[in-house]
């Protein structure tokens, strides 16, 4: 049966991708935070951003769940619109996140801070989305290390 679903998804992306021009990219299977599939023309440029998590803030702490979110996903937009590229572009976030100190992994703290990011009035693109916990990330503090890829038609 699940060899079913997915040959079923692909197929409806297929179709939905074949009513389309091949110059755009189509966004399907819409959730709350996410889509489930972006299918990228040939032709698109991309960009790939590599891993990065918050900023050690002034006082040595590095804050919650969803301000490391926050920090992140802003030094994102930064650097993708002083390259001339916005929000809107990624199609991809990928998160590996661990427990604070409490043992606790704040889901919803992350969904907080992301959602002041996708699916806005200001951006209402979503990218696909994968979430992983992990034991432990490179920098002690670091609660949360996002990487995007963002892809757009050429101008």
Known sequence: MIKLSKSLAIVSLLAIVGTVSAQEIVRTGEA????NNIFIPAGAETLYLSGAGAQQKADGTWG???QQAIDTLGRFKETLESQGWSMAD?????VFAVAGADGALDFDGFNRGYQTFFGTTENPMKPVRSFVQIAGLVVPGWLVEIEIRAARMPK
Do not use: G
Request: neutral net charge; hydrophobic residues 40%.
């Open 32 to 35: 709350r935070n996410f889509y």
């Open 90 to 94: 990624i199609v991809q976030v990928r």
């Open 64 to 66: 919650d769940m969803e």
